[in-house]
Structures are given as C-alpha cells and as structure tokens.
C-alpha cells in the first residue's frame, strides 16, 4: 500500500531554517506530483506547494514563495522542502501529500502523518 | 485565489442523524472540489473527489453534491466512527485552497 513517512521536523528559532523530507513507498513516485500541506496547531489546512513528477514544475502560496524550495529525488523516492527565514507563524504540522489530479488539476490523494514544526526562540 | 466557504463550523448530531456540510466557492470550479475527515491526531483522509466520488474504500452513507458553485457533503445514518471535523477543497487549480472545516460533535 502507499506509504508516506515524513521526517526533519523539530524547534528552530525565528530566522532559521530547516530541510523536511518524505519517503514514499507503494507506487510509482516518478510518475505522480507531490504536495506538502501544513496544518498550525488547533487550526485548519494550507497548501503549501507542489512539484511535478519530474521536478520540472513547482508552485509555492504567497505565504512561503522566496523562502521555501520544493525538491524530490525520484531515484530516491524522496521529496524535500528546504525552508528558510522561517517565521513564527510556520509553525505547523507539514504533510506530505500524494497528487492523483488530471486534466490540469489536482487531487491531494493519500497524506502521510505529518512532522512537526515548531519556530521559536 | 479562490475562496473556499464552509459552514457550518460545527454541527451536533446523533448516531443514526443525517448531516450536511455546505462549501461555497467564490467562482466557478466546475465539479473540483474534494471532501476530507480528518480526525484528531490524524492526518486528512480523501472521501470525495470530484464533487461527487466516493473514493474506493469509503461507505457509502458519504455522498457528495454540486449546485452551481455551492457543494454538499451529506452524511447518512452518522455512525460514531463519523465523529471528526471534515474539510472541503478545491482542486481546479493553484494555489489549492480549503474551508474551515466542520466539527461534527456528538449531542
């Protein structure tokens, strides 16, 4: 079955940065974009980008545009965010997230359980 | 952006109650919009897709429904596995936006 497991969460301090990735097992993950989704404590969801299936193509909300950087290793399985100049209201929950869209749009499919990020001094 | 609204934020039921959930788009999506449960300590998991497709494993007492820019989520015969706060979505393009979410809770 498809498995997504998360990992690089933690505390960091305002300014600072810190690098997510996900795993991903039970399907073919060159063939599939990818998303994270983040989630802040007792608060609902936020996309927070997307890549395609070759890493050719990324997209990124306002919120992180110029500061976060989507990657994936397709040899690895893996996808990453390089996050940086984090603030304090990225602290969050970030999922990883499976895309099964067509047509040009978007399906944010199977999620894996999340990673914990926390921005404080 | 397209602006997702969800109401209501919460709803108290009963096992055995029908509930709907509204999520109004502010333009049109067509029929890209997905449904979510997520419960707490857990990550959301997908019900509906395409306004109105039940993923593959999901019971059928979820049903989805468009009218225009204005999409229901009704749950029929609420079970207590149904306790959980759902989301919609819309998937027609980026950036990808939510509701609220809904809590249901139990009366």
């Known amino acids: 079955q498809v498995q997504l497991v998360e990992s690089g969460g933690g505390v960091v301090q305002p300014g600072g940065s810190l690098r997510l990735s996900c795993v991903v097992s039970g399907f073919t993950f060159n063939n599939d974009g990818m998303h994270w989704v983040r989630q802040a404590p007792g608060k609902g969801l936020e996309w927070v980008a997307f890549i395609g299936y070759d890493g050719r193509k990324t997209y990124y909300a306002d919120s992180v545009k110029g500061r976060f950087t989507i990657s994936r290793d397709n040899s690895r399985n893996t996808l990453h965010v390089q996050m940086d100049r984090l603030r304090a209201e990225d602290t969050a929950i970030y999922y990883c997230?499976?895309?099964?869209?067509?047509?040009?749009?978007?399906?944010?499919?199977?999620w894996g359980q999340g990673t914990l990020v926390t921005v404080s001094s | 952006d397209v602006q997702m609204t969800q109401s209501p934020s919460s709803v108290s039921a009963s096992v055995g109650d029908r509930v709907t959930i509204s999520c109004r788009a502010s333009q049109g999506i067509s029929f890209w919009l997905a449904w979510y449960q997520q419960k707490p300590g857990k990550a959301p998991k997908l019900l509906i897709y395409e306004a109105s497709s039940l993923r593959r494993g999901v019971p059928s007492r979820f049903s989805g429904s468009v009218t225009g820019t204005e999409f229901t989520l009704t749950i029929s015969n609420l079970q207590p596995e149904d306790f959980a706060t759902y989301y919609c979505q819309q998937t027609n393009s980026l950036p990808l936006t939510f509701g609220g979410g809904t809590k249901v809770l139990i009366k």
């Open positions: 997230v499976t895309d099964r869209g067509n047509s040009g749009t978007y399906l944010t499919d199977t």
